[in-house]
């Protein structure tokens, strides 16, 4: 069974540049999480999808970010425009249904300078 | 709101050596537990969790936790660590009532002496 997948696996931009990340979950996985790790931090959630639908994006900065999940299956992340702040892992992951484990891809490390 | 304390920020053992890593939670109803691990340039492999039921654990790679509500504590163990067990380990508590959004401790960071 192929993982979450996540692209690009690093990527630097300068402040006030817009940047987006991609994933593709596990197969058949309903739920998608994007999650924030700044280093020294645990991963912070950002944006919860069910199927195609939010369902908690409430740790979300919208006025920078934003993220869609367009027919329930791949998902992308945007940020425009970047602030030295954004610097971080943003970790992808995937679970079956809203209450089951969640499996994690590799993460994007993102270096805004 | 939910939080998570991993106390240890680095933890240093001797290779097979026991290994016990600190995690107290704070939430108001029963909560669902885990451990992750993370290595250098990849994602989180989860270890174990709890749900319910027993409250001693057994996950991956030879590791336990042990769930006691008294004291808020979800500690993990080993009894004897591995070279390969170096990584950071993380806790986290996740909603029990649907949403599954889980909130992450800071991290324990494991160097293994040889």
């Known amino acids: 069974e192929a993982g979450v997948a996540q692209s690009p696996r690093y990527k630097i931009i300068e402040k006030r540049q817009s940047v987006a990340f991609w994933c593709n979950p596990i197969s058949g996985h309903a739920t998608l999480y994007w999650y924030q790790q700044i280093l020294g931090q645990g991963p912070k959630l950002l944006i919860q999808?069910?199927?195609?639908?939010?369902?908690?994006d409430s740790q979300l900065p919208k006025d920078r970010f934003s993220a869609e999940r367009l027919k329930g299956v791949d998902s992308t992340l945007k940020i425009q425009p970047a602030k030295l702040e954004d610097s971080a892992v943003y970790l992808c992951a995937s679970s079956l249904r809203q209450t089951g484990e969640q499996y994690f891809g590799p993460g994007t490390r993102l270096t805004v300078t | 709101a939910q939080s998570v304390t991993q106390p240890d920020i680095h933890i240093t053992v001797s290779e097979g050596a026991s290994l016990e890593l600190r995690c107290n939670y704070s939430?108001?109803?029963?909560?669902?537990l885990f451990w992750y691990v993370q290595s250098p340039g990849q994602g989180l492999q989860l270890l174990l969790k709890?749900?319910?039921?027993?409250?001693l654990v057994q996950g991956i790679k030879g590791f336990e936790a042990e769930f006691k509500r008294s004291q808020s504590s979800f500690n993990l163990r080993k009894p004897s660590v591995h070279w390969s067990d170096a990584a950071e380990y993380f806790c986290?508590?996740?909603?029990?009532?649907?949403?599954?959004?889980?909130?992450f401790g800071t991290g324990t960071q494991l160097k293994v002496e040889l």
């Open positions: 999808f069910q199927n195609n639908g939010v369902v908690d």
């Open positions: 939430y108001g109803a029963t909560p669902y």
């Open positions: 986290a508590v996740g909603e029990a009532g649907g949403g599954n959004k889980l909130t």
């Open positions: 709890y749900f319910s039921g027993d409250t």
